[in-house]
């Protein structure tokens, strides 16, 4: 498949610091990918150099095949901006506001806008001035501003902040239809975990300005066993010499094994006359991985990888 | 290009703060006009309430005539002078034409407070207009940035300085609108208040005495007095769209517009006086006849400006199309 937009060698240097540091990620159509990472591990810079709030110091961002550096506005003209909370013109209803950015683009009509005001239910209310809208509606203003012109390549920093579990999950909804249904390849930064898990098929990790991972999210995940058993010093042993990675956690360990290779272990147990107080299969959250990768939090000393 | 200016037109009639300063524009053109109307009834209970009888102002009448007599007197007394510069012998010498042509006629001075003179002077709106275009012009690109809007507005596919061009543009619309409502609003009170006066205005034009256009030196009055409003605003755009600040481009403008001639007329022995922004803004000097430095000319003038503007514009669009953006 040929990428929508491709990030070659981006960087950023401020002073002598590299905030971003040869940045190299494809991103396809019909694709939700999230972008994760600590913060100022360089999310926002990086996102702020694909729309054009910052220039690049090397490396380009090309998309569809169009270099940002060499043709700005038509590399631009495919794309769709949310950046943090949707900041419109309060003094302004939302049609006026949508009406102030169609003109921005070529080719958006009359009707257009209407169609757009229709996806995202907001026919009640769009003679009404910015200034007395909920948060929830600001940001399916935001999101119908992003999607008036038909881009290609949907971009969003922190969508979500700031609605409520329906209207997030209304959202996520949506986006992914217009992933399936459109073509449209969407990049989605958020500090929320749970929710880049639900809503992305693939994330990239980004940390000091690098990025260190790229995963599918389809991918067969690694099956985890929790083993709670005593003496520790014994289990562990045992495990190390079955040649399985053995991670400790809580009162036992984490043991990267699969389904078929349990109840040998138990029997093992069972004749070295350990006391077994749990075995169960045990499921990495994103979170779990996610601060594994970044090395954030208090994550006890790992063996595996 | 026009996309983008119906965007900043419909921006800035959104906000109700631009139908106040419309609103203020009139107030202060209505009170001015109403002023002058009062000091001009003053003037002439003044006149006539001095204990004079009747007699002895049908004698007064003729008071024009000393009074262009004294002129002549001293505008002769002033070209005997060798170390005159030639414009302002000309100068002198076409006054004097002028007065001799009076006295030989018989055509009375024009007054200062008749509807035709009042007219030709319509410098005084260009005041309030510099005031209010200052603060669009301060807080046109300011308020993107204070608003958060500036993130929406420039991920779109329109180079920076296009965005810059027409807001830059708009602000200047915008100031000529405010000149034609306060211009407007001065000929309807000027003719609804005064008096057609008996006198004439007349002029010299090199060959002969010929009586002076009143629209024409009116509009020109106007176009003139919108070249300091010009200059003032740019300056406002160029430190609002730098320094992000609307107040702070407010204060340094109004700082320098009120400042500036104190200054100018400070340093006005000196070379460096010719040079400075402060001495050219006032472009009606070359009418009225009261220049800031003397020997100075309007293409000089005009050239000095023009240089001054080109810098702030430089300075304005560089920072602004470089400019990472991060608020």
């Keep these: 498949m040929k990428p929508v937009v491709e990030l070659k060698n981006l960087s950023k240097t401020i002073g002598s610091k590299k905030i971003i540091d040869s940045l190299n990620l494809s991103l396809y159509p019909g694709q939700i990918t999230g972008f994760l990472g600590p913060n100022g591990a360089g999310k926002t810079t990086t996102i702020r150099m694909m729309v054009g709030l910052m220039k690049q110091t090397g490396g380009d961002v090309i998309i569809e095949g169009i270099s940002l550096r060499d043709n700005f506005e038509e590399g631009l003209s495919k794309v769709g901006v949310i950046v943090e909370n949707p ?18 683009h070529k080719g958006v009509t009359k009707e257009r806008i209407d169609e757009v005001i229709r996806q995202v239910g907001m026919q009640n209310r769009i003679h009404e001035k910015v200034g007395t809208y909920s948060l929830g509606m600001r940001q399916r203003l935001g999101l119908a501003q992003a999607l008036l012109h038909r881009p290609k390549f949907l971009i969003l920093d922190e969508p979500t902040n700031g609605l409520d579990p329906a209207g997030i999950r209304e959202f996520r909804q949506y986006l992914r239809q217009i992933a399936e249904t459109e073509g449209v390849s969407v990049f989605v930064s958020s500090h929320m975990l749970s929710e880049i898990e639900l809503m992305c098929d693939r994330i990239a990790v980004i940390q000091n300005g690098k990025l260190i991972d790229i995963r599918e999210m389809s991918e067969t995940k690694e099956s985890y066993y929790y083993i709670e058993a ?76 | 290009m026009l996309n983008l200016m119906r965007n900043e037109w419909m921006k800035l009639w959104h906000k109700k703060g631009t139908w106040v300063m419309v609103a203020i524009l009139i107030v202060i053109t209505a009170g001015m006009m109403a002023l002058m109307k009062w000091i001009s009834i003053q003037d002439s209970n003044f006149d006539n309430g001095s204990g004079l009888s009747v007699e002895v102002q049908a004698e007064s009448i003729p008071d024009w005539h000393e009074g262009v007599q004294g002129d002549l007197a001293s505008i002769q007394t002033r070209l005997a002078d060798d170390s005159l510069t030639k414009s302002e012998r000309k100068k002198l010498e076409g006054e004097e034409k002028v007065a001799e042509y009076r006295l030989a ?9 008749s509807r035709e003179g009042m007219i030709k002077q319509p410098a005084d709106i260009g005041g309030t207009v510099l005031l209010l275009t200052v603060i669009v012009a301060a807080g046109i690109v300011a308020s993107e940035f204070s608003q958060g809007t500036i993130k929406m507005l420039l991920t779109r596919p329109v180079k920076r300085w296009k965005i810059l061009t027409s807001k830059f543009l708009t602000v200047n619309l915008f100031g000529i609108l405010l000149m034609v409502i306060g211009y407007i609003v001065y000929i309807l009170l000027a003719m609804i208040l005064f008096k057609s006066g008996t006198g004439q205005d007349l002029v010299w034009n090199g060959k002969e005495v010929v009586e002076a256009s009143v629209w024409g030196q009116s509009l020109y009055m106007l176009l003139l007095s919108f070249g300091s409003v010009f200059v003032t605003s740019t300056f406002a755009f160029a430190v609002g769209s730098v320094f992000r600040s609307s107040s702070l481009a407010i204060g340094l403008s109004l700082f320098i517009y009120f400042t500036g001639t104190t200054i100018s007329a400070m340093l006005s022995k000196y070379e460096v006086a010719k040079y400075l922004l402060f001495t050219h803004m006032d472009l009606t000097q070359f009418e009225t006849g009261m220049m800031l430095v003397e020997d100075i000319t309007m293409p000089f003038s005009l050239t000095v400006l023009a240089v001054y503007i080109v810098v702030f514009l430089v300075i304005s669009y560089s920072t602004f199309v470089k400019r990472d953006v991060t608020a």
């Design chain 1, 87 to 104: 900041e419109m013109y309060k003094f302004m209803s939302g049609y006026k506001n949508l009406v102030h950015f169609a003109r921005m």
């Design chain 1, 230 to 305: 005593t003496p520790l010093e014994k289990v562990k042993e045992l495990l190390v010499n079955e040649g399985l990675a053995v991670e400790v956690f809580k009162n036992g360990f984490l043991v990267n094994a699969e389904q078929q290779q349990i109840p040998g272990i138990i029997r093992s147990f069972i004749a070295e006359g350990l006391e077994v107080f749990a075995v169960q299969p045990h499921k990495k959250t994103l979170e779990d991985e996610f601060l594994e990768m970044t090395g954030g939090g208090q994550i006890a000393e790992s063996y595996a990888k």
């Design chain 2, 105 to 113: 006629n018989n055509i009375e001075p024009e007054d200062h407070f």
